[in-house]
């Protein structure tokens, strides 16, 4: 029997991704951000063109490598095991020259746009390079199985914003990020899904990183290519961002070359957010810590309560 071509599809017949049938994430430009909180919370996943201009950009990859301690050239170097890919570090509170690029004027009106009303503030930044969290994940999972966090599974009351900031040379792509379509909320989800006809649960792509080991043991790949075909890939270029729900089910994509990648993690400053800034103050201090709530408050991202109470821990540690 002559085989079926499948080369205009997919070179190992994996099949088509069903979630490409219907819009899975928003684009907006910085100039415009009319929308954006409707479509943050449809979505739960939107990249915002041209939050940095070519100077700010330059800036955030020079800075950043020099806080990784690594450069493009170590790429070679991860990939041969000689050094570990940077991942980590509360880069906001050790270096205050990420503070201008954390908050400029874009990323201040996107935190406005999506997190209105009550003050929001920004609890938790990371750095990495050559680095990717490969595997299907949430941020936070902890948070979505505690009532009083506001941020169930279910229908949340609250939500957490990743901004994504991956920074680059100009004319090289900066990031490729995955994620699984509607996963940030299981009504959305289950809709869509019976839409077009998709079987899978809302539940099983808990198991992705489970079927990476599976396929790398024994070479079958057949259950892992199925769910990776669920997968809604967004690009971003020099300059862009992208915005993630925390509860959205998410992966990096594979290293092939320089990566750089900067987190921040906005929410509304309610008591859930407050407690969990004070366990961290309770075990120490950083360096620059209260400097940057002071930061956060003069640019409109902290409450005057937050930097009072910040500002207590570190006398207390003192």
Request: hydrophobic share 35%.
């Amino acid at each position: 029997m002559k085989p079926k071509y499948v080369g205009y599809f997919n070179e190992f017949g994996n099949g088509l991704n069903p979630w490409k049938m219907i819009a899975t994430h928003a684009i907006f430009d910085s100039s415009d951000l009319t929308g954006l909180k409707e479509a943050f919370e449809h979505f739960g996943l939107v990249v915002v063109r041209r939050v940095y201009d070519k100077e700010e950009t330059q800036r955030f990859y020079e800075l950043q490598k020099k806080f990784c301690g690594i450069g493009d050239e170590d790429i070679k170097r991860v990939v041969s095991g000689e050094i570990k890919p940077v991942v980590g570090g509360t880069p906001a509170l050790t270096e205050p020259g990420f503070w201008p690029l954390i908050v400029n004027e874009n990323t201040k009106r996107i935190v406005a746009e999506i997190l209105p009303g009550v003050p929001a503030t920004e609890f938790g930044t990371s750095a990495g390079a050559h680095y990717s969290a490969r595997g299907l994940h949430r941020d936070f999972p902890q948070w979505y199985k505690m009532p009083k966090s506001g941020m169930s599974l279910e229908r949340p009351s609250d939500t957490s914003l990743r901004i994504l900031i991956y920074p680059s040379k100009q004319g090289v792509t900066a990031g490729t990020f995955g994620a699984v379509p509607f996963s940030h909320r299981r009504d959305l989800y289950e809709r869509y899904a019976k839409q077009l006809g998709i079987k899978h649960s809302f539940d099983w792509f808990e198991m992705h990183r489970d079927l990476i080991k599976k396929a790398v043991a024994t070479g079958d790949t057949k259950e892992l290519d199925e769910m990776e075909s669920n997968i809604d890939w967004v690009a971003a270029d020099p300059g862009d961002v992208v915005l993630l729900d925390s509860k959205m089910q998410h992966s990096g994509d594979f290293i092939t070359g320089p990566r750089y990648l900067f987190t921040t993690s906005f929410a509304k400053e309610n008591e859930f957010i407050l407690n969990t800034l004070r366990q961290r103050w309770s075990t120490g201090m950083k360096p620059h810590e209260v400097g940057y709530y002071e930061y956060l408050h003069a640019n409109g991202l902290a409450s005057e309560q937050l930097v009072h109470e910040c500002r207590a821990y570190a006398a207390k540690a003192a």
